[in-house]
Structure formats: C-alpha cells, structure tokens
C-alpha cells in the first residue's frame, strides 16, 4: 500500500543536503508508523525501513483490536493516553480512516489489589451495578470491585491503525521500503550522523536515526552499541470464543458491551464482540518467553487458553462457550521490561543523541503509539530531553549498561 520514491538518495544530494535523510526510522509497526509520520508532519525527510512485508504478522502490531483506555495504576500514563486519543483522531480526520470504537473499561478484580484500585481512581471509574448494565453476563464474587469508566475507552483496529499511519506518512513524502532488514547502524565519523546498512547491499545516512523494532530491540541494541537492554520478548495468544447462542448482541460493542480487564490471577482482558460476529476476544495478558527469530507456532502459550477457559467459566459462563477451547488462535509477542514500563532515550555512548530507542511496550503500548510517535519524533529531530519528561517518561529509566566481554550482560533497571 505504501509507494516509494525513486531514486531519494540521489534527490538528497542533487538537493546539496548533507544527509540522504533527517530521520531514518527502523522498524515499521505501529511505533515506527507513528514515529515516521510524526517526523514528517514537523518537515523531515524521513525513510521508513521495514524487514518484512508492511502490515506482516510476526511482530506486535498485527491483529484487529487493541484497547484503549485511561484506567492506569501508574500515573504516568493517562496524560500520555489522553494525548494519544487527541492524536488518533486527528489522524481518523486527516486519513479518513475510522480506527477507534467507542467502549466503556469495566475494571475488576479482588478489593485488595493495590494496582486495581490505583487504575480505577486514575480513571475516575465507579462502582457499576453490573446487573443493571449488563444484565447477568457477570458473576463477580465478594469482595470484588467491578468499575466502570465511560471516558474514551474503546478498541483500536491494530493492522488498519498501522496502515492509516503509513498512509499518512507516504502521503507526507516518508520513502517507504520494506522487505529491508536493517544489518547495522554505525556513526559516520567524518560527515557526522549514522549510516544505516540493510540486507538488500544499501547503505543510506541519515542525520538522526529512531530503532522502533519491537521484540528485536535487545538484538539490534546489543549489535550496534555493545548495550544489554532488559526486554524479554514472550510469546502470547489472541483467543477468540464463541458466544452461546441467544447473547451475540448483548456482548457486541454495538450494544455497549464494554472492554474489560480483570486483575489478579490470571489477568485476563478481552474486547467485545466486532470484528468477528458471534465471537468475544478474551485473552490473558502474558505468554511465555520466546526468541523473535526462532518461534515455535505451534506453541499454544503454555497453557493459557486453559486458563482462560476456567476464567470464563467462573466470570461469564452462561454467555460464552469454552467447550472445545477457542475457535480462533493469533500468536502475538509482548517486549516486557522488569516494570513493563518503556524504554525511551537516547542510545549514548559514541551515538549520543543521534539514535533513540523506542521499545520494551511491555503489551501495553498500541493505545500511546501517536503519543510515543511524537515523542520519539522530537527526541530525534529536536534532540530535547523535555517533550519525553513532559509527557511523564523518565529518560535512563533503564540505565542502559554496556557489557565488557559478556553478551548477555545483566539486565540493568
Ligand atoms: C496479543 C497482544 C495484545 C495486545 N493488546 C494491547 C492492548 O489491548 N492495548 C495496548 O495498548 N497495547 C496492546 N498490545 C501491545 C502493543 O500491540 C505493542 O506494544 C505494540 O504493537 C508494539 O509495537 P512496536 O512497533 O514496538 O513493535 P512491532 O509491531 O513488532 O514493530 C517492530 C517492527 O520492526 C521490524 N524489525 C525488526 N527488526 C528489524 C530490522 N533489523 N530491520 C528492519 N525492521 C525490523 C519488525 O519486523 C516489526 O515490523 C498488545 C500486544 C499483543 C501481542
């Protein structure tokens, strides 16, 4: 979908610019995207490298339905959310494209979940009578606190999100080449700013680079700079159930079904029925590690869907079907830090700040991505440290170590 311009490099330098590019963006999920047209709309002349097929199915960013919501246990997040929803409909408006679903965040889990709490009072949920709103889909046991948010939660459309932001992009000039896996980044020592080296024998220099490579992010950090970031890439399962027969337009978002996350053991999270009619995405928010570039598919993620079965039984039973398990399996990876906050920063060391690293979305990053877009936009163009505190990141939030004769170095934070 997303054209390329002939012969750029060569364009540069009839031009007399130093550089082929300002920004050179690796990596083309929803953070690159983001990060790409943000570049561009503030005037840079950006390229957009991608190692697979744009819209591929092997990363993070793949898939129909994220949540978004503002109920956070940690404060740092809902302005960070607020700004991204302005920034998702700004871009709905300029592309066309309708990405976001309007849905109510119901909040649930045991009264003594510190987290849980936290989230509902950030959000300014309240306690729901769930019977009320949604009939007797719900059985919550004692002790419980069920809660309900109205305030511009909803479920994200991930591949079409992805597509809309390149669109985007391509329409603001960004050179766009996929099928293009990036092999090193090194400082151009003379001319100054990196050069990008990739698979297909191109070289391509760039003032400022940004790595937004997802589960890849330790390998690629580790082989350009010698640093150990703490990012373990999991393996994770989207599930879809059917729902029993009679109730398919009860939990429908058209119906104000909402999206939900139940806190404690096992966290389990779903989205309501849309994409698929007749079924219900109910996941649990985890998976077991896994190496990006060795995956087993057929690894069902350790168990999950069992887990998930036996949560649905106790939380929905009467509306949603586990006889047979899931009708439908997507495998996904999470990038998690110790905190499963992210890393964003400069890279250091003899790239200065030259390079910024956006990753470690620890499977909650999709809703912030126009957010996290600018951010990383900025940090690159600007170089300022201030548009990431502002919007609440702590830069060095994970000391990024430097490892002297051992690979795989000790994860710092
Ligand atoms: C099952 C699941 C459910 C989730 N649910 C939610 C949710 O409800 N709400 C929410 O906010 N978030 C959610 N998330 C998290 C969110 O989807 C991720 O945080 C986000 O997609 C990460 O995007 P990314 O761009 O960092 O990574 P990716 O999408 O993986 O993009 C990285 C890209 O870099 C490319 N790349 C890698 N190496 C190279 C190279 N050497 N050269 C060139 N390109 C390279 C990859 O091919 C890939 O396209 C979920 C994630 C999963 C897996």
Redesign the pocket.
């Known amino acids: 979908m997303a054209a390329s311009n002939a012969g750029p490099e060569a364009a540069a330098t009839a031009a007399g610019h130093r550089f082929n590019f300002d920004v050179i963006v690796?990596?083309?999920?929803?953070?690159?995207s983001c990060t790409a047209h943000a570049a561009a709309s503030r005037g840079a002349r950006v390229l957009l490298?991608?190692?697979?097929d744009l819209l591929?199915h092997?990363?993070?960013?793949?898939?129909e339905?994220?949540?978004?919501r503002d109920a956070y246990p940690k404060a740092q997040y809902p302005p960070m959310v607020r700004l991204a929803r302005r920034l998702w409909a700004e871009a709905e408006a300029e592309s066309g494209y309708s990405v976001l679903t309007p849905a109510p965040q119901l909040s649930l889990g045991p009264r003594s979940n510190a987290s849980l709490l936290a989230a509902v009072r950030s959000a300014g949920a309240e306690e729901a009578d769930l019977t009320r709103r949604w009939g007797g889909a719900f059985r919550v046991p004692d002790g419980w606190v069920a809660a309900v948010s109205e305030r511009g939660g909803g479920v994200?459309n991930?591949t079409k999100a992805v597509a809309m932001f390149q669109a985007l992009a391509v329409r603001k000039g960004v050179v766009v080449r996929d099928k293009?896996?990036?092999?090193g980044v090194r400082k151009a020592l003379e001319e100054g700013g990196v050069v990008v080296t990739t698979s297909t024998g191109a070289e391509f220099r760039g003032a400022k680079c940004v790595v937004?490579?997802?589960?890849?992010a330790s390998k690629?950090v580790r082989s350009i700079a010698g640093l150990e970031l703490p990012i373990q890439p999991l393996h994770?399962?989207?599930l879809y159930w059917r729902i029993k027969p009679g109730h398919e337009r009860e939990l429908a978002a058209e119906s104000g079904f909402p999206t939900f996350s139940s806190y404690g053991d096992p966290h389990v999270?779903s989205?309501p029925s849309l994409e698929l009619p007749g079924l219900i995405k109910i996941?649990y928010d985890g998976g077991p590690p896994c190496d990006p570039d060795a995956r087993d598919w057929a690894d069902g993620g350790g168990g999950v869907a069992e887990r998930v079965a036996r949560w649905i039984e106790e939380f929905l039973p009467d509306h949603v079907d586990t006889a047979g398990g899931p009708v439908s399996r997507l495998s996904?990876?999470?990038?998690m830090t110790p905190d499963k906050d992210f890393v964003i920063d400069f890279l250091g060391g003899e790239f200065g700040k030259d390079v910024v690293v956006?990753?470690g979305?620890?499977?909650?990053?999709?809703?912030?991505?126009p957010a996290v877009g600018r951010i990383l936009a900025e940090m690159a163009m600007y170089g300022k440290e201030s548009t990431a505190t502002e919007a609440g990141v702590e830069l060095g939030h994970f000391r990024i170590n430097r490892f002297e004769g051992n690979p795989l170095g000790n994860a710092a934070n």
């Open positions: 690796v990596g083309a999920g929803i953070m690159g490298l991608e190692r697979f591929h092997l990363g993070s960013s793949h898939g339905s994220r949540t978004i994200l991930a293009t896996e990036v092999l937004t490579v997802g589960a890849w690629m994770t399962m989207v999270y989205t996941n996904c990876m999470y990038s956006g990753a979305f620890s499977g909650h990053g999709f809703k912030m991505a």
